[in-house]
């Protein structure tokens, strides 16, 4: 039997041929967003993981806020921030296996961070240095993809093919709320259904693509509404609330491994920067706005569930702060050295081999230098 | 009559108040993309023209180029004309069946009844330090697809009279708009725009006898220059701006190499099925016994767009285009 | 007011910003597909629609027929037959007012037949004359259109448009449930529920996407469970039932002419003809399972109900089949006549104005052709 | 040593014999597509892979070409060596950001970690009578894509060496298979298949000394027949047969334009843009001064392509070779 019979057959519904279909009632999402800190749910919880997941939401702020200081010092050609989104970034990195994969999209260094990659290399892209700064197979981080939505297809054909070979391993993909409505998330979620194929969703529902509020990007319910329209579960989780993102993600991640297929999440969360620092969010979001949600930031929930359970003191909060800022003084200081390139690289790594044609450009451009020249810059 | 003065202003004004007058002068003119409306589209060319339209007239759309572009079709089909907006060049690669499939031949299918008056906006081209996916220059594939105009601009005063003759038209128009010149600026009267230029006609920027360089866009200011630095060589170069890919203006091009005997065709685009390839030859076809030397090509190289830090090496420069004029036999003939 | 901003805005659900959402209840389709004929809402049904139904369903039968036979004969360059789906091709059309628009696929040259368009001028594409054998602006039926799922947005943008213009026009787009899996279905409807656009999307489920079986196009538990994705009701149909079909569309255009949106509507029939006369439906089907669904025809159940109910005795049915007659024998004289085609067309209406590089080719097929050159053929 | 008769086959039956053989040669070698699984493809060229290999190495995927390429995309990250089947050439169009913006560049953007090897199979070009969407000619936009190479098969032969060369390569490469070449047959022996050819080397189809013919795929045998018909106008015509786009074989190419001083280039495709406009400039840079005349281009018009009762017009045909040939300034110089 492939892998392509073992699911049930979608029988077409009329007479003469009625069947028994598969129940839409267990895909649908809850009506509210999922949450733990603050509930009963929050009991349950493992001590250790919010903790870490603390420390690591503490780290994520810091990055992000070097991040953005490093763009106003020329240091970063730009940086979409994820300021308030720390949760899911950090999440998604941890729910995963060493052998797992991540894809994330342009916004998510953090989530790369996170799983493992160095700062200074998810930020060469943005540096303006090379376009994919870390090999993407030593932590098994996708190239942050820049062009909305086209990471979904990879995951899913990464997934089915780790599914072909004999492997269990599973993707996590990352995209916006804008990213849902592009074509090919419809493909990739379809695909993934129909091939079983081991892949969680994580839509990180932020309420803009770049100016564009939600409801002028979707007239859903929810986004994971979307998910009954594949044949897989959707979730609906507070995005803020750590360890509820936490949770829901490892449920769609054992739900995969276990080769009960896709699942899609949709976490429902703010950025509080703008879209990235080129930008200009007075223009479209009033900062009333802003300021409710930065009541529901994701560090102030957990924070305040871990202290008030006496799980976190000042020495513990300090502790975290501290390991953020030697994070941010490293990152900043590797960041502030220029990077040495190579004018030649740009023939390098187009084709396996170089082409006849590239070899003679190289050669040019070989002389050029040679003579002294700088392109453009005469 | 009052003398106005004449102000400077940016090509993206320029193409602002082309698509205001635009608007204002038809009703049926609609601006859609993504962010055009509210936040007046990254580069800000919409700006205000959802607070004076509307936003039934200037749309911000859901986040899908297919989707803009092919609803843009349907509108265009109940006698709208839609000026849509792609956000980059890179991210109209989405579109780009609705393009080839679609826009580019429903007049052609259906014997000229259902024209499609449909203007496509592209930012193209690098130069502004973007990252990957922000700089391409797309223009060979739209110049491959008959049904197509493909426009560009390299003056403010172009960049207002061919949008607004793009808008005019009743054929669909890939407007291309470099990127690197938004923000450069020019003695333009906005009170005052020029009357509308028709498309397909090239211009000579710089008249010069010795050769021609035959360029576009982004690489009209470069060529330019390079004209200028020439002198002190002792070339007089003439500078051709195309203004118009498709239709191409044969008859300016081919006067000017018959009268110079030799050319370059300056692009960023990548060389290799690039446009300087089908420029080259037609002048090569018509002119052959005026050429002195072949057409020569400066174009970017045959690369994915690099990286911002690279990216100076990859564009073709004044010191790449000098070179190429170098090449041009003066010396004897082989 | 604009036209955007009629609708609730679609609000992020978390703390702490919980807003009551869209209720997607009512969006999901009915467990079974929606019947008419053989049941308790028959008797509701107005005989005379029935008896126009049925006399268009023999008509598209034979139309079916004899446009198949002019394959055979080389009168067309292929055909794909909607043998099976009258009902869904016929209600689809009688359903508009005349100042609707029908968006059909490259399958439904009968449901534009059936909303007036000359037979030889919807069959001009398929005869390899030329691209549309019929001005979209007289029936104000779009083009036949082949990349599929692409006429979608176009539907989309031109009811909206429409709407924008304050007329009251309907859009009905058809589509294949191999259409369904490509990504401009999903942008369209996506555009469509966001803009509330006056659109009613017919999925036509007929089994087959030419030799993929709709188990492995998609795993949802029906097509119309993909509305509630898009905030619009989804319907489910018994697709050869011409009554249902005709019931369910027609209150999907009242429902988008009073300004309520849009509607998906999955129609489960069955392709009983191969999926074009070349291709060999055997190597994909059983017979066994053709046989199956020849007993749900949608005729048949149609002529059932209509002589159980004494609404059609053997004179009607003879004079239906003679009105199809008639129509074949004209389609087929018309067809066996030699189209007379201009070479020089191939210049016209590429643009307004022929470039100056179109008049140099002109000019060199003018004067290849006076000198009795073919092209291709010497 | 016993000698096998060898038989005549249709290409593609090597096209399939060349997918059966890599995928029992290496189990990474995976087929997917539309209908390319229980059909055996539209054209049956995947005919009786499924059943040879299973449906998880030959899979009907769902209908989204998009998805198809993406989905791909991640599968070759995973190691594999995905054969990618679009129907047509038209229905590759959804899939051009995956293919621009992915498959093209995912080598360059990761610095060589994250190679690609994709082969993109697509049926191309005109000449079998299809309607609108089935015969387009789309090399000029592969071309234009650095990190992608194109190939195009015009023998039996070639169409089993390349194809098992273009699975083997480690880049990605967009194979384009003339449709109206399917059913054209060849004495080749499925029985011993040649030797895999390298990618990026023409081949001089018929020698002659009086002009080149520069063609490739379905043109091949036109312009064969051509040169046929040329001998009683008194040329000896050289076909030299591309069979790479993407490396170009400039030393081929120019070695025989350098002997002859004369070309003609041919192709379907539109001839503003297309491929023969980088061919015809390339051979004039590198051979001006062997050139008697300008390389002349004969292509399909500018136009989508038409209806097929009128393709026979738009298609170069011996005729419209053999009236460039006789432009070719045999007389005097101007
Ligand atoms: C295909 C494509 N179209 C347009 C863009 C330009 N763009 C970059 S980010 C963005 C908004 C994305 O919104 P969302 O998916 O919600 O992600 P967020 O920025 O909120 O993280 C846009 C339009 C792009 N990168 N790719
Ligand atoms: C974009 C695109 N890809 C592929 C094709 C080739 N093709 C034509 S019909 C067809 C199957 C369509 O199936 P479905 O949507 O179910 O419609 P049906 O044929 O059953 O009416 C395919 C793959 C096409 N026309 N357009
Ligand atoms: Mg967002
Ligand atoms: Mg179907």
Redesign the pocket.
Known sequence: MTVMEQRGAYRPTPPPAWQPRTDPAPLLPDAEPYRVLGTEAAAKADPELLRTLYAQLIRGRRYNAQATALTKQGRLAVY?SSTGQEACEVAAALVLEERDWLFP???DTLAAVARGVDPVEALTLLRGDWHTGYDPYEHRVAPLC?????QLPHAVGLAHAARLKGDDVVALAM??????S?GDFHEALNFAAVWQAPVVFLV?N?G???SVPLAKQTAAPTLAHKAVGYGMPGRLVDGNDAAAVHEVLTDAVRHARAGGGPTLVEAVTY?LDA?TNADDATRYRTDDEVETWREHDPIALLERELTDRGLLDEAGIQSARDAAEAMAADLRARMNQDPVLDPMDLFADVYAEPTPQLREQQAQLRAELAAGQEGAHR | MTTVAVKPATMAQALTRALRDAMAADPAVHVLG??VGTLGGVFRVTDGLAKEFGEDRCTDTP?A?AGILGTAVGMAMYGLRPVVEM??DA?AY?AFEQLISHVARMRNRTRGKMPLPITVRVPYGGGIGGVE?HSDSSEAYYMATPGLHVVTPATVADAYGLLRAAIASDDPVVFLEPKRLYWSKDSWNPEQPQSVDPIGRAVVRRPGRSATLITYGPSVPVCLEAAEAARAEGWDLEVVDLRSLVPFDDETVCASVRRTGRAVVVHESGGFGGPGGEIASRVTERCFHHLEAPVLRVAGFDIPYPPPMLERHHLPGVDRILDAVARLQWEAES
């Open positions: 979409p999209s342009y916004r820049t062009p909305l939505a086209t995209v916006g709320d804008g990213g849902t592009e990180q932020n803009f693509a770049i950025r879209h | 993504e962010d986040l180029e956000q980059f991210f989405p996916h």
